[in-house]
RNA sequence: GCGGGCAUAGCUUAGCUGGUAGAGCAGGGGACUCUUAAUCCCAAGGUCGAAGGUUCGAAUCCUUCUGCCCGCACCA
């Protein structure tokens, strides 16, 4: 490399005071007023620059936090102010200096020596309208990031938000564990999974739709308080509410049932929203809603007879009643529509739109839930319920079904469907009912969509408003 | 998967019933030593998403394709 070429791309710059520092030291300075001892280096993204003649003023990007500095001539002498001046947006620069507040009272690191670290060949997006299409910004989140501070903070809520999730569950005694993602059957959930194939072994996989089955072998196996929070994959469309991949919170706790399991939730859900939004009232779709507990429960029999005049056992007992009844409600059904999904309809279309104030909709029909436990009180209803805030399922959970003959029994039941061309439905995972016959310990299970609930907290419409890099079709290049 | 909408410069956009594209910001040159959407002057930047078609003439009308957005279906 020649002597005197200029470096655009320096190796480091260290040790640094964050902007963050400077303003929480030097806020309350005068206008006007340099800040004793003050010497600091500062770094980040050059985002605006007014050049006044010998005089430059350079708006710095500093993560999340702006600061402004000021160079002139007269401290930096011709040669090395001209450089200065010249500048692009986009660039990141790196400046010894010292804080002093402008007079009007706009807070500042007067440039002493400057380097630049790196150099932006390529136009940052427009300042005052920032980015707006929405394809570069999902395509382009980099970019998105450093034009729209909003969706920064929004996507940082999100990390805070897991982060808390992870320490409240840890202080209550769960353990974090790793389970598979790439699994010789796809279980624990009715859904289309991605399926892939590994070379070595000669044999195809599926990315997990859940990860309900292994966390409970691990109940088995003596975890008697776990969590995993991590992705699954559903091979479905995309939609304002889904994709493809998405973050899945599920916990096995031992020894409880789907009450403790409620309380958890009620508890929980406030505590986050507290500690990440500082507040457990939250807005949707223009209603407050407190998050605080007790949450009411309300057994599914109870929604059907409210909203659709029929109870549970007479849509078990007549279909074509309880589908009249739909469609008097201007609810489509399909054909091929059995109890189980005339059912669901009823709940998405007609029950959950009533339930702002959260909920649990408690105690569902078997045929819905072939890993749940039977309910004590009726053998045609299992112990399952699910947290509805804003009309939106923000969660499912239940007393874990623990006796491997039922389980078999559940199994075959949804091998029927599947052989009867129900692609979706569960396979008899024989493993899994080998650990079951070694004894799990009577449990209660809770997953919850941690996308969902972060759109719920922040109250966006877009699952895509959540998620750093949301699922696109791929550009030309990579195709 | 089906239906509707959108696609103009790096970004944000104007362009009416068809007459051959205009601006702001960014980038280039110049002036200016406390500005903060700095200001002022100058110059440059567009195969109007792609391919066909209608027309003397298409950013504009028609067809197909691509991508995105929004509904619906499936699902969390």
């Not at 929480?24 to 007014?50: F, I, K, T, W």
């Not at 710095?60 to 040669?79: H, K, S, T």
């Not at 399926?195 to 975890?223: C, M, N, Q, S, W």
């Not at 419409?461 to 998620?467: L, P």
């Amino acid at each position: 490399m020649m002597a005197d070429e200029p470096v655009l791309y320096a190796r480091r710059f260290w040790p640094r005071t964050a902007v963050g520092e400077i303003r929480a030291q030097y806020g309350d300075l005068e206008a006007g007023e340099n800040a004793e001892g003050s010497e600091c280096r500062v770094a980040g993204r050059v985002m605006s620059r007014r050049e006044h003649g010998k005089a430059t003023f350079i708006t710095l990007r500093d993560g999340w936090d702006d600061i402004q500095l000021f160079a002139n001539v007269n401290a930096l002498g011709d040669e090395v102010y001209r450089e200065f001046t010249r500048l692009d947006i986009g660039d990141i620069v790196g400046v010894d200096g010292y804080v002093f507040k402008t007079r009007r009272g706009e807070l500042s690191v007067f440039v002493e020596k400057w380097v630049l670290l790196s150099k932006s060949v390529r136009p940052l997006p427009e300042k005052w309208h920032g980015l707006q299409d929405r394809e570069t910004r999902y395509r382009q989140r980099y970019a998105d990031l450093i034009a729209n501070p909003e969706v920064a903070a929004q996507l940082k809520t999100r990390c805070a938000f897991v982060s808390a999730m992870r320490r409240y569950l840890e202080g209550q005694g769960f353990i974090e564990v790793e389970t598979p993602i790439l699994q010789p059957l796809h279980g624990g959930a009715i859904a289309k999974p991605f399926v892939t194939h590994h070379k070595a072994l000669d044999t195809d996989l599926y990315l997990r739709i859940a990860p309900e089955l292994y966390l409970k072998r691990l109940l088995v196996g003596g975890f008697d308080r776990v969590f995993e929070i991590g992705k699954n994959f559903r091979n479905e469309g995309i939609s304002l509410v889904h994709n493809p991949e998405f973050t899945m919170m599920e916990l096995y706790w031992a020894y409880v049932d789907y009450n403790e399991i409620m309380e958890l939730v009620e508890q929980m859900i406030p505590a986050l929203a507290q500690e990440v939004l500082g507040t457990t009232v939250i807005t949707v779709d223009e209603n407050e809603i407190e998050l605080a507990a007790p949450w009411p429960r309300v057994t599914i029999d109870e929604l059907l007879r409210e909203n659709l005049d029929l109870s549970l056992a007479e849509m078990r007992a007549n279909n074509g009643a309880g589908r009249r009844a739909l469609e008097e409600r201007r609810v489509q059904t399909e054909p091929e529509d059995d109890f189980a999904a005339l059912v669901d309809r009823a709940l998405k279309h007609l029950a959950w739109p009533t339930l702002v104030s959260p909920t649990f909709a408690i105690d569902y029909p078997l045929e819905l839930s072939p890993l749940a436990k039977r309910h004590p009180d009726d053998p045609q209803l299992v112990e399952r319920f699910q947290p509805i805030i804003a009309g939106r399922e923000i969660g499912n959970a239940f007393s874990e079904l623990n006796d491997p003959a039922d389980q078999r029994g559940r199994f075959e039941e949804q091998a029927e469907k599947k052989a009867q061309g129900d692609e979706e439905a569960h396979v008899v995972d024989e493993d899994y009912l080998r650990a079951l016959e070694y004894g799990m310990p009577p449990a209660g299970g809770l997953g919850i969509g941690i996308d969902r609930l972060v759109m719920l907290f922040l109250g966006v419409d877009s699952i895509r408003d959540v998620i750093l890099f949301p699922q696109l079709r791929p550009e030309e290049f990579f195709r």
